[in-house]
């Protein structure tokens, strides 16, 4: 006999809540992440982020071993952009130790940031595309191009992702004229890409029903959350730190900050297009301006590195957000204190105000939207 | 022209054209046939170190001075001396161990390396059945000639020898004035003791 009922006497189908755990096994929740969602049906009514599955002991880690040795590990942490962690780090030893960088270094790490901006950017846009349900075809086109970046990091690096490649003072490697070359072609061929990729996606209508008003973040609560990088700009918020800070040669180019009306997913997906138009200016101006000259300090010892005590704060605008270091020395050979501000940890920590009310597909793509790396966030 | 479903043919078309082009350019036949094809890696690219000898294997350029088995991040190193019968160290390992499974190929220890010692290989097949004993490589197997570093990084390899020869014959020259004014000190005072023999030409680059 069926006692249950289905409907009471209204004659309105009662729902109970459900509580479902996506992950961290899931394809699409971008790495070991969990996310306990309580559901109405199909809506979310709550949603907890649960992290830590990657955790690595990284700021702990660093500080049993000498400045220098950290630097391979910090190509970990966001294991997409090494190059701007690299840089990160550098720039708050560099800060602390008072050490200037050459000038041809600093057009050197411009390329190299602006060029993992651009391979970043690229496969963020394919994977939220990819969570959108267009299985394997924006992503790998995404990936076709973020190829070509990471060969050239390869030839210069030695390594395609974990490139460990900057030093305090300097870079590791010069590029000599055919790398600079590569650099120039991989710019100048970037643009038909983006073009077609446009193509493919800007105006599609699966995708403009799927992403428009999809995960609304209101400026307020960007700022409140101090939500940095593209997830604030698509929220309205004007705030990219190579404006602001304007960190190592970053004053003298010329380009444009996009900031986003609405703040939803389709927002947050065409910021970043819109990022890579202005990377590609800071590329073409760089790979035309690069002077001649050293490319690392040649003051700065790479064994028995020691910085006087004190405190410092490094950040620059990493293709997910700020990334920064905050750094605490006793005057010996390794940090006392080293902390790291990822952009992705902080990004998520709004995923629930997006999520609220929308359903769980929308869930996905909204975490796919935010542009997640795990081992920044677990660290 | 704007018309409903512009977005996906517009899109349908941008495919349409990748798939078309794929049969007539040859730029996007990206696949290699792996095991018959190899892409040629760039020369700056890294796995993992192996070190250098010049002669033979039994003389190293390694000189057991542990600065790498130090300065590595993740202490993948390990490295014991090599010391004759009455204990007296001999200035090259007698063990010398990179767990590959621990290292992190970021190529620290080839820069701290006073010697041009340890280098790093660009040989990316190093996939074993095994978990523990298959990915320490002993002394036997890091052990590689010039010719090969020679060989697998033309430029940095030219650079290297370069640089080792004008120290070996710093050091000869150095070696032949301190000779001379021995001799000179020698052939002023009486010939109480014999004059010390001329110094021998260093042989190759072992110094």
């Known amino acids: ?379 | 022209m704007n018309y409903p479903g512009k977005g996906l043919v517009d899109g349908l078309a941008v495919t349409a054209r990748n798939f078309v082009g794929s049969y007539f350019y040859t730029d996007r036949l990206t696949t290699v046939q792996y095991p018959e094809e190899r892409v040629q890696t760039p020369e700056n690219s890294r796995t993992f170190p192996f070190l250098v000898f010049d002669e033979s294997p039994d003389k190293p350029r390694c000189t057991a001075c542990k600065i790498c088995e130090v300065e590595c991040p993740p202490k993948c190193i390990y490295i014991v001396m090599d010391r004759d019968e009455k204990g007296k160290p001999r200035q090259q390992p007698k063990i010398f161990d990179i767990d590959i499974s621990v290292c992190m190929q970021c190529q620290i220890c080839v820069e701290v390396c006073p010697f041009e010692s340890i280098k790093m290989d660009n040989d990316y097949e190093k996939s074993r059945y095994g978990r523990f004993n298959e990915l320490m490589l002993r002394l036997p197997d890091l052990l590689k000639s010039n010719e090969y570093y020679r060989q697998i990084k033309p430029t940095e390899a030219a650079a290297v020898d370069a640089k080792l020869k004008a120290e070996a014959e710093a050091k000869a020259a150095k070696k032949a004035a301190a000779a001379a004014v021995a001799a000179a000190k020698a052939a002023a005072s009486p010939p109480a003791t014999p004059p010390p023999a001329s110094p021998k030409p260093p042989e190759g680059s072992a110094a």
Not at chain 1, 15 to 37: A, C, N, W, Y
Not at chain 1, 47 to 68: C, D, F, S, T
Request: aromatic share 10%; charged share 25%; with cysteine.
């Open chain 1, 1 to 379: 006999m069926i006692t249950a009922p289905i409907a009471n006497m209204t004659g309105k189908i009662e729902t109970q809540t459900l509580e479902v755990s996506i992950g961290p096994q899931h394809p699409s929740t971008h790495g070991v992440f969990r996310m306990d969602v309580v559901l109405d049906g199909e809506i979310v009514r709550a949603l907890k982020p649960v992290i830590g599955y990657l955790h690595r002991n990284h700021e702990q880690l660093a500080e049993k071993m000498a400045w220098l040795h950290s630097m391979p590990y910090t190509d970990r942490l966001d294991y997409f952009n090494s190059m701007t962690n690299n840089w990160a780090y550098a720039l708050a030893v560099e800060k602390l130790a008072g050490i200037k960088v050459p000038e041809r270094a600093e057009y050197i790490r411009v390329i190299m940031a602006e060029l993992s901006r651009l391979q970043n950017h690229a496969s963020a846009i394919g994977f939220l595309l990819q969570d959108c349900g267009a299985w394997g075809t924006p992503l790998l086109y995404a990936f076709r191009e973020r190829e070509k970046i990471l060969d050239f990091f390869e030839t210069v690096s030695g390594s395609r992702m974990m490139c460990n490649y900057l030093r305090f003072g300097g870079v590791r490697v010069d590029l000599d004229e055919p790398m600079l070359a590569m650099a120039r072609e991989i710019v100048a061929k970037f643009p038909k890409f983006l073009d077609e990729f446009e193509k493919l996606m800007t105006t599609n209508e699966v995708v403009l029903a799927r992403c428009q008003r999809v995960g609304i973040l209101p400026k307020e609560l960007a700022i409140a959350g101090s939500i940095s990088g593209p997830v604030a700009r698509a929220s309205g918020v004007e705030y990219d730190l190579r404006k602001v800070d304007q960190y190592g040669v970053y004053g003298r180019f010329e380009f444009g900050v996009p900031v986003g009306p609405v703040g939803d997913v389709y927002d947050r997906y065409y910021i970043r297009v819109l990022e890579m138009r202005e990377a590609l200016k800071i590329l073409q101006q760089a790979l035309r301006d690069i002077p001649a000259g050293p490319a690392q300090a040649p003051e700065v010892k790479l064994r028995g590195f020691k910085i006087p005590a004190g405190d410092g704060y490094g950040r620059v605008e990493g293709p997910k957000g700020e990334l920064g270091f905050y750094l605490v020395s006793d005057g010996g050979p390794k940090p006392y204190r080293y902390h790291v501000r990822p952009p992705s940890f902080i990004n998520i920590t709004v995923l629930e105000d997006m999520c609220l009310g929308h359903k769980v597909a929308d869930a996905i793509i909204i975490l796919g939207s935010i542009d997640i790396v795990l081992g920044e966030v677990d660290r």
